[in-house]
C-alpha cells in the first residue's frame, strides 16, 4: 500500500493507469504490457514499469500483466474499491453541472449532499439533489462522516469554505475555485483550474 515516501507525483499516475485499463477490461483485453499502457497514455513503458514497482510485483517478464489483476490492485491501492461520500459545495453553474455529472459513481465515488449560501437556492433541487444550507454544513458533515469535498464557490469565498470543511473533520478537498487554499497538515487539496491548463498549453504554441 502506499506510504508517506512515495512521490506524489508517482500517485498522481495511479488513477490514470487504472482509467487506460478499466477500459481495457471493458474492451475485452486480458493481457497488456508496459509498453502497450505507455503508448495508450504517451508515458514510457520504464515509468510505468518503476511507478508499479513502489507497490509490489504485478507482472511476469516476458509475459506482461493480467489486466483484471492490476485492476484490482490498484483499486486497493487507491482505497475505491468501496464507495465515498462526497460533500459538494457551491450550486451555482459549474456546481450544478458537477452534481449533474454521471461519471463519478461508477468510479468510486457518490457526491450525497449538496451546499450553498444563496438562499434563493436553498432547498431547490439540481441533479437529484436538494440544495442544503451551507450554514448547517458542519454539524451535516459531521453526522454523515464525509470526508472528502469539492468546493465550486468564487475564489473569495473558497477560503472561508474550506475552513468549514476542514473544521467538519474533511481530509481531502478537490477545489475548482481559482485560488490557492491555506489548510493544516493532513488535509490535502487538489486544484482545478482549467485555466491554468490553458496557459501551460499556450506556452508550447
Known sequence: MAS???PDIIISRLP???RALTRMAS???AITSSK???ERLGISSAQIRKDLSHFGEFGKQGTGYQVAFLVEKLGQILKVKGEWEVALVGAG???TALARYQGF???GFHISVVFDIDPAKIGQWIGGYQILDQNEMPRILREQRIRLAMVAVPAGSAQAVADRLVEAG???I???APINLTVPNGVRVQYIDPVVHLQRMTYYL
Request: no cysteine; hydrophobic share 35%.
Open 93 to 95: 453553474q459549474l456546481g
Open 16 to 18: 490514470i493507469y487504472l
Open 36 to 38: 502497450d499502457l505507455g
Open 105 to 107: 459513481s461508477h468510479r
Open 170 to 172: 474533511v481530509k481531502g
Open 27 to 29: 474492451e475485452g483485453q
Open 174 to 176: 478537490l477545489n475548482y
Open 4 to 6: 508517506p515516501a512515495i
